[in-house]
């Protein structure tokens, strides 16, 4: 689950930042109370973290409801792009408070680096970074802000980060990729340490250190090592199935608990929830009842009428009633569609008999 620590000390920074299926036959009733959440198998914020991306959608979003990351006003992340150096202390920074910490006094600024303008968006970012001795430049004082961040580059980076929090990392081997002769020296100690912790996998049994990091890359990378969990050989991090994102309605909530978790069972699509609730920062909720967005339903004059295989029901729609579409990006019509024509590929949350939220999909 996502951890949040503040700032405790000078130079020690923070971590700032979640089915085999379930049938049951099911006849909608003006007295059912069913509520259900949403569990997306792609990006709920961006088009085109789908298809060969669709690996990394959910540290995606899960970093984009945290600030870490932005994407363009388009719902555009870009994940195949090579992230640039200046980008990539930026996003550290949203991540661990370094500009937090600058500005309250926990770490002296020793300056920035002579390619950075003051003006810049990232000048802060690299200023804090520097100051705790995570950014470094060349021998004439530049920091290459607009450089393509490599991919042992930005473990160096990372390795500093986190030992500037009170998390320690063990120790790893690289020995086991092919290519582990082309790191460099300076950079093999943090590849060890982020591979022993599996903050860091590699492809195909390659590390790749001298690829570029792409925006993708970099979110996976992030949000594993804003997620470690401590043990007595270091800190890991340690992949969860009981963590999941889900939606309700118009609110997306991540790293969420799964409180009745059964690993045989896939959580994705429709499922009705039970006991959602946040306790101390985490969401914990009880998931049952896969459902099928496969009903036909027409709204007219504030009631749902919905075609059943026992005939057809009338529901009245909530004052605060949503029509969510669940397809890329995932988003609510401004009210429900009184014009009596059809939703398609629909089903509904139904509470105290009148329906809250209705899930449809366009295709």
Not at 33 to 47: D, G, M, N, Q
Not at 61 to 71: H, N, P, S
Not at 259 to 276: A, I, K, R
Not at 326 to 341: D, E, F, I, M, R
Request: glycine fraction near 8%.
């Amino acid at each position: 689950m996502k951890r949040t620590r503040k700032l405790v000390t000078v130079a020690v920074l923070a971590v700032v930042v979640v089915v085999s299926a379930i049938t049951a036959a099911y006849a909608l009733s003006a007295n059912t109370t069913e509520t259900y959440a949403y569990l997306p198998e792609h990006s709920v914020y961006f088009y085109d973290t789908a298809g060969e991306y669709a690996w990394a959608s959910r540290e995606v979003d899960t970093l984009a409801v945290a600030g870490v990351i932005k994407g363009s006003g388009t719902h555009l992340f870009y994940p195949g792009n090579a992230i640039t150096r200046a980008d990539f202390i930026v996003m550290l920074d949203r991540a661990y408070g370094m500009s937090e910490a600058l500005d309250n006094g926990q770490v002296n600024s020793n300056g920035s680096f002579v390619d950075v303008p003051s003006s810049a968006y990232y000048s802060k970012a690299v200023i804090a970074a520097k100051a705790f001795g995570i950014a470094a430049g060349t021998k004439t004082g530049a920091f290459q802000p607009q450089q393509s961040m490599t991919r042992q580059d930005a473990m160096v980076f990372l390795k500093r980060t986190i030992d500037r929090t009170a998390l320690k990392l063990g120790t790893g081997s690289v020995s086991s990729f092919s290519d582990a002769s082309r790191i460099s020296n300076y950079a093999k100690p943090s590849v060890s340490a982020l591979v022993g912790a599996k903050v860091i996998g590699g492809s195909k049994g390659k590390i790749n250190p001298l690829s570029k990091v792409t925006r993708a890359e970099m979110a996976v990378m992030l949000y594993r090592a804003t997620h470690l969990t401590v043990q007595s050989s270091g800190a890991v991090y340690q992949s969860r199935g009981d963590l999941v994102n889900l939606c309700i309605g118009t609110q997306n909530y991540c790293d969420v608990v799964i409180e009745n978790y059964d690993p045989s069972v896939t959580y994705t699509g429709l499922m009705e929830y039970t006991d959602f609730r946040r306790v101390g920062g985490v969401s914990y909720v009880s998931l049952s009842g896969k459902r099928a967005i496969d009903r036909t339903v027409t709204y007219t004059n504030g009631v749902f009428t919905f075609a059943d295989g026992e005939g057809t029901v009338s529901i009245p729609a909530a004052a605060d009633c949503v029509a969510i579409d669940v397809s890329q990006p995932y988003h609510q019509l401004n009210a429900p569609t009184s014009t009596g024509s059809t939703y398609r590929y629909c089903y509904p949350s139904i509470e105290d008999g009148a329906v809250t939220a209705i899930y449809y999909s366009k295709v």
